[in-house]
């Protein structure tokens, strides 16, 4: 059965801002019936890594927390630590790198709770029966609220083609645990051959598993298939063997998805800004400059659809020369095989309709 993806443009008047548009998508997707009094929900975003500029504007955020505060819900932002050393590895620094971002009470008017604890330890487990996992460990706080509003930026992703609503709570709502059981059959390979022996992987690997002698070695046991020295290797020479690791990582985020959704039917909307879509995912301390022009915001109770739109929207526009978009610029052209090759970012989409999370088939509707 189709679904509806409801879409924004970024076209304005004086009458009709973005702040206005995006009330009108929270209202199709009947935001008032989805929550009530005294129901906590999370507000799933990503803040960004310390020096990403491309996330969720904390502006646009604030606006939906107030739409949901209307509906007599209890709004708070939430993330998960990340696997990775970074600025946003455990809830201090987490804390510290969301409110620099701009996430701050000021602004966005709630509380930020990091849901899965002080290092990421606190998961709970839920019983799914997947293809691969009999049960996910989802981010505690998660699972202990009522409702949840995705908040994503979609974009192209190394590991899943794109990063939409799925793998913003897939990946996004799963504990440590539950990351890493989606990450481990992903360790990359280097080509030795086009290799010239820089170290930028070594030093971008957050668990020390590349040594480099006349070539970059990975070490596959300490290896968490974080993909980082994939994106910072000038050469392109360290690839993931994909095409069925992938794609069991896709189906492992679909999976996770499902736990952190599971017992909140009727209580989830998605939301995605297709904007600012670029070639990699906001867990590096940079943006690369866009694949394709800013096109709206979407919204949908179906996050196979949304995803599916956002997916559809993005191939069906003029990519970017000079971008890191290598082939498919044309409309029509596969714009995240154009980033990444190798990944068959369709097996989410596939997989979550499969399990009855949602459909592929959508009718847009424009307001
Ligand atoms: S994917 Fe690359 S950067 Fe990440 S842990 Fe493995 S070797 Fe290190
Ligand atoms: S970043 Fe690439 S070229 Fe540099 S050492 Fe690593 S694999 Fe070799």
Redesign the pocket.
Known sequence: MSSKVYFADLRTTPKRNLHNKLDSLLENVGIRERFRKGHLVALKLHFGEKGNASYVRPVFVRRIVERVRETGGNPFLTDTNTLYVGTRGNTVDHLRTAVENGFDFAVVSAPLVIADGLRGASGTPIRVGGKHLREVSIASEIVAADGLVAVTHFKCHELSGFGGALKNVGMGCASREGKLAQHSNC??IVDPGGCVACGD?AA????G??TVGTAAV?DKEA???????IAVCPEGTIKVSWDESSGRLQEKMVEHFEGAVKGKSGRCVYISFVTQVSPACDCYGHNDAPIVPDAGVLASIDPVAIDQAAADIVNGMEGFRGSALRSGHGPGGDKFRGVHPSVDWEVQLSYAEERGLGSRDYSLVKI
Request: charged content about 0%; some cysteine; proline content about 12%.
């Open positions: 360790s990359p992987c971008a690997c957050p668990s598993a590349i990975i290896c968490i298939g974080c993909g980082h020295c």
